[in-house]
């Protein structure tokens, strides 16, 4: 029998336990991550964010293939096999056993994990008039930016224990892409009763899924609380509990990680990596980042639907003023819009000279005087950049040298990535991206390909040259003939400028030192399973 049950997190009897899980005292099994902001939802299909990933797909979820932890090797997961047509155009998954669903107090699943689960997890996605397709706003970002709806054809239930994904063209790194967040399997059988509760949002607020960590309660802004899945099929973790402590100030953070209050942190302030490194109480991890940080100017908005407008913009901006100042050593100037830790990333591209000069002769060139542009910063820190307000503000005076009065705006995270996608949005946004997959498609469609216009293409920007490339890119399985398509896309999209590049970070990740066996995710996520803390 299903048994369902709403309840509020805020009540007086959880907020003394939060509170004395940060104590100091709590068990050496539990294991507390001062994350940097709070979720957006934890169905990740929804989101793109590296935070709301982190609270949801990386700790409560799993895909039918996965990245080895610290790795971007794919292996299986809740598929345990899988056979590639001839042709490239059916993938056929044969699904692991036994695999449980979390029991929770608002949730008790009948049934074990089935092809009826992932199918439900697609097809939502998917179909227009599925029951799901628009709970919770049904926005399916990352699934419409990777041209989803377009190569998938069906998604088929041979048996209870098989699923055949047909596609309409081949994709060279569908696989990939299934190991990735959006690809989470959903219980069909939570949503459907949450569906005949009325309440099918409660899948995105109260998650159930098959990974090593179950939801227990989230506090918005302040907390969230998981337990370890004591039926996890590759074993239960270590260790008994994960607490997120949402500490938006980096330098909060890293007291509370020095005070024993947490055990891991991410982003730390450029200018206290020297003393992290010098605290014997921390570990100071590193690793170069597979990301991109950039300014996305809207190309649908007059002046910056010309490219020798943005062009001229790009020329206007110090980057090596910004390296020092916001990254203090630990990033270095992007030229491409792809990091070069990627395959296919083309040296030769020459990137925008700083040339204030010549930029404001441009402009004038182009009829543009006296502009008055918006620069959109995070509220928030990202492995791509540390410091939004900082980086905008270097770019405010950057551009008043070529005669442009800059407004700099931001919102809440979660409105931030909401409103940036709208394809009227006034001004230039900051943004960035860390891989997902470690496939270049990962970059160049995603951010920059017409089917994500309105989505996780925030340059709006549809260009047909670019986007035949990696489209034609897409199908094609040799990697020589794919590495070529790409190099010529990123001197296109160099010379049409939807995005200022600014840099890709090192990425640094303090942990403390009774912590064992933390990897950093070369794909930016916090993953515990496989964590454990010394007593």
Known sequence: MIKTRHFTVASALLAATLAASFTGSASAATMVFCSEGSPEGFDPALYTAGTTFDASSRQLYNRLVEFERGTTTIGPALAESWEIAEDGLSYTFKLRSGVKFHSTAFFTPTRDFNADDVVFSFERQRLEDHPYNQVSGGTWEYFGGMSMPDLIASVEKVDDMTVKFVLNRPEAPMIANLGMDFASIMSKEYADAMLEAGTPEMVNQQPVGTGPFQFVAYQKDTVIRYAKNPDYWAGASDLDALIFAITPDASVRYQKLKAGECHVMPYPNPADLEAMAADEDVQLLEQEGLNVGYLAYNT?????????????????????????????????????????????????TVDDSYDPVKAKEMLAAEGVEDLNMKIWAMPVQRPYNPNARRMAEVMQADFAEVGVTVEIVSYEWGEYLKRSRELDRDGAILLGWTGDNGDPDNFLAVLLGCDGVGKSNRAQWCHEPFDDLIQQAKVVSDIEERTGLYEQAQLIFKEQAPWATIAHSVVYKPVRKEVQDFKIDPFGGHVFYGVTIAE
């Open 300 to 348: 649908r908005i007059p002046p910056y639907d010309n490219a020798n407008v943005r062009r001229a913009l790009n020329m206007a901006i110090n980057k090596q003023a910004i390296i020092d100042a916001v990254f203090q050593g630990s990033g270095k100037i992007a030229k491409n819009p792809i990091p070069p830790t990627i395959w296919s990333y083309n040296d030769a």
